[in-house]
T-cell receptor, first 112, second 113 residues
Framework: DAKTTQPNSMESNEEEPVHLPCNHS???????IHWYRQLPSQGPEYVIH???SNVNNRMASLAIAEDRKSSTLILHRATLRDAAVYYC?????????????FGPGTRLSVLP | DTAVSQTPKYLVTQMGNDKSIKCEQN?????MYWYKQDSKKFLKIMFS???????INETVPNRFSPKSPDKAHLNLHINSLELGDSAVYFC????????????FGAGSRLTVL
């Protein structure tokens, strides 16, 4: 069972910022927070991950709450190509014998 | 260079047939996975191998048999195909510790008629 909860869907206008929330109230101290996205008819792709501090990369930013029980993926300027299903998952530091559990994710629609 | 490559991309076959999907990764990862994504779009883990050893085997019918000849390859063989096996199958790989980011293949769409 997924250890994270996300809204089923969100909508954004093109070129506006998007904040995708994720709740993970049962997170443990060694769990990394990962975000992936799946564009239509493609395999999931890695977006960003973090442990405690906020993270930035060329695709997005990840804001992690101080208590780590929630996080937010930030797309600074949404484009039509960002329309996808976004998955937030937890991954233990030592994951031998464990698997990535994907929930239903958030389907992001981007309006022109 | 494709990091995780799967073949074939599309597979259409009749019920009762046996088919295989192959997966190769060139990332040097030590763990490989098979995921199934059905028509409802949920991604479910099927198997995971670490250095050729099976470490995760979810409740998957015995008709599904993974094989890992070396740590860069993980193949999936399916016997006696059923209509319910129609889905997209994704291969993925990762390291075993640290951030262990998952890298997915492009998927193999299996249609059973």
């Amino acid at each position: 069972d997924a250890k994270t909860t996300q809204p089923n869907s969100m909508e954004s206008n093109e070129e506006e910022p998007v904040h995708l929330p994720c709740n993970h109230s049962t997170i443990s101290g060694t769990d990394y927070i990962h975000w992936y996205r799946q564009l239509p008819s493609q395999g999931p792709e890695y977006v960003i991950h973090g442990l405690t501090s906020n993270v930035n990369n060329r695709m997005a930013s990840l804001a992690i709450a101080e208590d780590r029980k929630s996080s937010t993926l930030i797309l600074h300027r949404a484009t039509l190509r960002d329309a996808a299903v976004y998955y937030c998952i937890l991954r233990p530091w030592d994951n031998y014998g464990q698997n990535f559990v994907f929930g239903p994710g958030t389907r992001l629609s981007v309006l022109p | 260079d494709t990091a995780v490559s799967q073949t074939p991309k599309y597979l259409v076959t009749q019920m009762g047939n046996d088919k295989s999907i192959k997966c190769e990764q060139n990332l040097g990862h030590d763990t490989m996975y098979w995921y199934k994504q059905d028509s409802k779009k949920f991604l479910k883990i099927m198997f995971s191998y670490n250095n050729k050893e099976l470490i995760i085997n979810e409740t998957v019918p015995n008709r599904f048999s993974p094989k890992s000849p070396d740590k860069a390859h993980l193949n999936l063989h399916i016997n006696s195909l059923e209509l319910g096996d129609s889905a997209v199958y994704f291969c993925a790989s990762s390291t075993t510790s640290g951030a262990n980011v998952l890298t997915f293949g492009a998927g193999s769409r299996l249609t059973v008629l």
